[in-house]
């Protein structure tokens, strides 16, 4: 069965071939730790996980690398203003490496409890592990002249690398019609930073020596050479999939193909490109960092939810197209996902391990639902025929289950817990006894109605109130 993928770079579903019969190069863009990665951020990871887990359903060796943002990202895609990492320094009080460390383990965290395999030891790769890969590039595209230096660093001159923006179909002549005086130092609005130059009479927590540095001021990469660094140090010169979020196309990504191709002369870069679209928690708006609308996976479960069922409503919606989140979303996929568990949990394995026609036509319609451009609610669809289908052993039920329980990553026999109530509907639930010990009947009430919106019941017993998940 062939595997189709939809590919940026051509913008059409093309039948996938690796450059290496059995392997799979793939990279996938990683966190900026300088906070806590929110549920936006994590369906790009649950995204890079499903292509991965498709690959290797399919037969491949998957070769996974994902990098740790750890330096070099700005808070503006222009160039200017703070480094991530400076900006969480001073919002803790810590210094650089411990915010860094800090927040990639709470990366690291939310990726196991939401079952996502994460590429394991050197191919998590931390961008301050790699500054001699960055310094090393820019040399190299030094050395191709394509780079030119200003006060602030060292940029990369968009003019002298033809191919530009042809990903992203980018337009560069009305983006220069719109260009700013602010922009001026710059040759073109286009053009990016490789390499900064710490700021004058400031040191930085993370700045290196490097061959460009002014004197007296040392200097750290820009954001996007550490991806083409690191990719092509792990992968090579070129590789098979590179996966990120939509709004990586027109800038990051963009740039990472300038840098790579320049400095070697080789295209593509990547003969895959793989976005997935935004999570939007109301009508037009995605979570973000900087919309100020913020959840985590520790948010949810706070809340009394499995996180997985946050993965099973990931997995209902296709990685292209905008996912929504709300709290009736998530209240549904939990019931969801508690139903399919209860039912796969009542199956007998025991049984003939006759051929079944009927179990290999839904083996198949699953491969065929994932190898379509990974069409994950499709599968899942075909799960939950699975489970109702009368006409399937339950030995072939419990069969199909247990072969795509690892695939999808849901953990279908996972025995029923008691959730546990989180401290502040507790906290809620003892206002209200000591609310109605002093006969305040309103408070009481009001209490109970705020417990109940948070989805848990209050009862009255005789040793105090029972709380419940509604």
């Avoid at 913020?294 to 997995?315: E, K, N, Q, S, W």
């Avoid at 030995?395 to 072969?403: A, G, N, S, V």
Wanted: aromatic share 10%; hydrophobic share 35%; charged share 30%.
């Amino acid at each position: 069965m062939e595997l189709k993928l939809y590919n940026t770079r051509t913008r059409e579903k093309q039948v996938f071939t690796p450059i290496n019969a059995n392997q799979v190069g793939l990279y996938s863009c990683g966190p900026t730790v300088y906070f806590h990665a929110h549920l936006g951020n994590m369906r790009a990871y649950i995204f890079a996980d499903l292509l991965k887990r498709t690959l290797k359903l399919a037969g491949y060796d998957v070769k996974h690398v994902m990098n740790i943002t750890d330096v070099g990202h700005l808070v503006s895609d222009g160039d200017d203003g703070d480094d991530k990492m400076e900006v969480g320094k001073k919002r803790e009080g810590k210094n650089a490496w411990q915010i860094a460390e800090k927040y990639t383990d709470s990366f690291i965290d939310f990726c196991d409890k939401l079952n996502i395999d994460l590429p394991q030891g050197e191919y998590l790769c931390r961008a301050t592990d790699h500054i001699q890969d960055q310094i090393n590039l820019v040399k190299a595209l030094e050395d191709r002249g394509l780079t030119y230096i200003l006060d602030d660093g060292v940029y990369f001159d968009t003019s002298k690398f033809q191919s530009y923006g042809e990903m992203a179909k980018l337009d560069i002549e009305g983006l220069e019609g719109g260009k700013r005086v602010a922009d001026a130092g710059k040759k073109a609005i286009t053009d990016f930073a490789l390499w900064k130059f710490s700021p004058k009479d400031q040191q930085r927590d993370m700045e290196w020596d490097a061959p460009w540095n002014p004197q007296g001021r040392k200097g750290f990469p820009g954001w996007h050479i550490e991806c083409s660094a690191m990719s092509m140090h792990y992968l090579g010169d070129q590789f098979d999939i590179h996966t990120g979020g939509i709004d990586h196309i027109p800038v990051h990504h963009t740039n990472e193909i300038a840098q790579a191709e320049g400095a070697t002369g080789k295209a593509p870069f990547v003969n895959f490109w793989m976005h997935n679209e935004f999570l939007q928690f109301d009508e037009n708006t995605k979570m973000s960092k900087s919309s100020g609308k913020i959840l985590t996976v520790d948010d949810l479960i706070d809340r009394g939810y499995d996180p997985l069922a946050f993965r099973y409503l990931m997995l209902t919606a296709h990685y292209r197209t905008p996912a929504k989140f709300s709290w009736d979303n998530i209240d549904a996929a939990q019931k969801t996902l508690e139903r399919l568990r209860a039912k796969a949990r009542a199956l007998n394995s025991s049984g003939s391990p006759h051929k079944s026609a009927l179990a290999d036509d839904y083996i198949n319609e699953i491969n065929k639902a994932l190898f379509d451009d990974l069409n994950s609610a499709s599968a899942l669809a075909e799960i939950h025929g699975v489970l109702a289908n009368e006409d399937l052993s339950h030995y072939h039920k419990h069969m199909i289950l247990h072969k795509f329980d690892e695939f999808f990553g849901l953990e279908f026999f996972k025995e029923e817990e008691q959730a546990e109530i989180p401290a502040n509907i507790i906290e809620l639930a003892e206002a209200r006894k000591t609310a109605r010990d002093n006969k305040d009947w309103a408070e009481s009430d009001r209490l109970r109605d705020e417990i109940a919106d948070n989805g848990y019941t209050v009862k009255d017993t005789p040793d105090g109130f029972e709380v419940t998940k509604a």
